[in-house]
């Protein structure tokens, strides 16, 4: 690990979220800064919020969009490689985000691609664009960005449980990742089967000297968290040797362990939630969930706006307003 190289990439997370906030208190000023460009959404997997969600960043930019959310109408099922589908897209496109239940994929799309690659989620491995809007809710919740500190470690003090499905939860994986990187001490809480892969603890450990704190249930730390992110059991990524039956309904966040919590604890959750995460908690004022989709559109938006080399024009001079 390279001190230096990685405290450039917080820095780099860090300005491009500071620039989302700008986009977010002035959304409509950013419209038209990406006209000309199009963006393709390649999604080999179910999605609502990422595809959607990317699609609204682009066209607010005012560029466009085009791609699929059916790879069966793609030639795909004619035994295109991924390889040869980034070489295509290259043409056709000025970025690409894509969604793949293999993980690496956005990886072997991107070593063909002549463009930029976001990796909108890849099987189990990580969700990296969910990771940053979740860490901006976070920020925004709880710290200020003006009150940046020199280590950047702005969710510093921060004690932050990752609950559910953590082995085959990409989106858990990538926010444990982030926690770390900017400070928050996390704690892993999940039933045996569904703890923390190695390759996560290896590198919390490596690169952020952090070893969790390992429990089974929510209820023996909940009164210690200032973040509780849960996720859903990834049922379509459980390997044959596991019994869904022995996992499903093994956590669950409602009011009544929600009594147990700080009252100024933040509920979070990548979304789509099964039955991990109570419906009586959505008139909760802990609640931030539906917050995290919304804060995804401006986070995106300045992330497709840093990609398409334009956020010198950002932090410049807003252009002209699109008529
Ligand atoms: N959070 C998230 O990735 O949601 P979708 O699967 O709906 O995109």
């Not at 609204?56 to 109408?73: H, I, K, V, Y």
């Not at 500190?149 to 953590?166: H, Q």
């Not at 908690?281 to 986070?299: H, I, K, M, T």
Request: proline share 6%.
């Amino acid at each position: 690990v390279n001190p230096q190289a990685s405290m450039e990439v917080v820095k780099g997370i860090y300005d491009y979220l500071k620039e989302a906030a700008g986009m977010q208190s002035q959304l409509e000023t950013w419209a038209g800064i990406c006209r000309s460009k199009l963006l393709a959404t390649l999604f080999y997997e179910p999605s609502t919020r990422t595809r959607l969600s990317f699609e609204s960043a682009m066209e607010r930019l005012n560029g466009g969009t085009l791609g699929f959310a059916d790879p069966q109408a793609t030639s795909i099922t004619k035994g295109e490689t991924l390889a040869d589908t980034a070489r295509m897209v290259t043409n056709y496109a000025d970025l690409i985000v894509v969604r793949h239940n293999w993980a690496g994929a956005a990886r072997v799309i991107a070593q063909h691609a002549h463009i930029p690659v976001i990796n909108g989620g890849d099987g189990s491995h990580t969700h990296p664009t969910q990771a940053l809007a979740d860490l901006y809710t976070i920020i925004r919740r709880k710290s200020k960005f003006e009150s940046r500190k020199p280590s950047l470690a702005f969710i510093e003090g921060l004690t932050v449980g990752i609950c559910g499905d953590l082995q085959f939860g990409r989106a858990a994986h990538s926010f444990a990742l982030a926690v770390a990187r900017f400070g928050g001490n996390l704690i892993h809480i999940a039933p045996k089967p569904l703890q923390m892969p190695l390759w996560v603890l290896a590198q919390l450990e490596q690169c952020h000297e952090q070893i969790p704190l390992e429990v089974e249930s929510i209820t023996e730390v909940i009164d210690r968290l200032d973040v509780i992110y849960v996720n859903r059991l990834q049922e379509e990524r459980l390997p044959p040797n596991m019994d869904a039956a022995t996992v499903r309904g093994s956590y669950l966040l409602n009011a009544a362990v929600m009594k147990h919590a700080k009252p100024d604890a933040m509920i979070m959750h990548p979304l789509p939630r099964v039955n991990e995460l109570a419906y009586e908690l959505d008139d909760d004022p802990r609640a931030a969930y539906f917050e995290q989709s919304a804060n995804a559109v401006p986070v995106r938006m300045a992330l497709i706006a840093s990609l398409m080399g334009l956020e010198q024009l950002i932090l410049t001079q807003p252009p002209e307003r699109d008529i």
